[in-house]
């Protein structure tokens, strides 16, 4: 079992920047892909970003983020982040992580292990 803790959300303005972390509780956490999902009020979660598990050459965007957001992961801390800039009201959302050995994927099956959840709020 593999436990998932985010963290690094908050309220910032439109325009401004954001870092989120995930962090794992395995030790091996070097074999898993990663992904990020965000889900607003209303709205179906939806995929934001992925990264392949080891050196995490391998990463996927939503078409939205593209350019503005960045996955990157670093296996000695067991963390995997997403770096958000010039960040828009649009992406206020629940944004939580998660970890399997079938990805990287944009799909949510592919992913067996979940964090709670950090929020994200972004003020025009």
């Known amino acids: 079992q593999v436990q998932l803790v985010e963290s690094g959300g908050g309220l910032v303005q439109a325009g401004g920047s954001l870092r989120l972390s995930c962090a794992a509780s395995?030790?091996?956490?070097?074999?898993?892909?990663a992904g990020w999902f965000r889900q607003a009020p209303g709205k179906e979660r939806e995929f934001v970003a992925t990264i392949s598990w080891e050196s995490g050459s391998t990463t996927y965007y939503q078409d939205s983020v593209k350019g503005r957001f960045t996955i990157s992961r670093d296996n000695a801390k067991n963390t995997v982040y997403l770096q958000m800039n010039d960040l828009k009201p649009e992406d206020t959302a629940v944004y939580r992580c998660?970890?399997?050995?079938?990805?990287?994927?944009?799909?949510?099956?592919?992913?067996?292990?979940w964090g709670q959840g950090t929020q994200v709020t972004v003020s025009s």
């Open positions: 395995t030790r091996t956490f070097s074999d898993y892909a």
């Open positions: 998660a970890a399997g050995n079938r990805g990287p994927s944009r799909l949510e099956s592919f992913y067996d292990y």
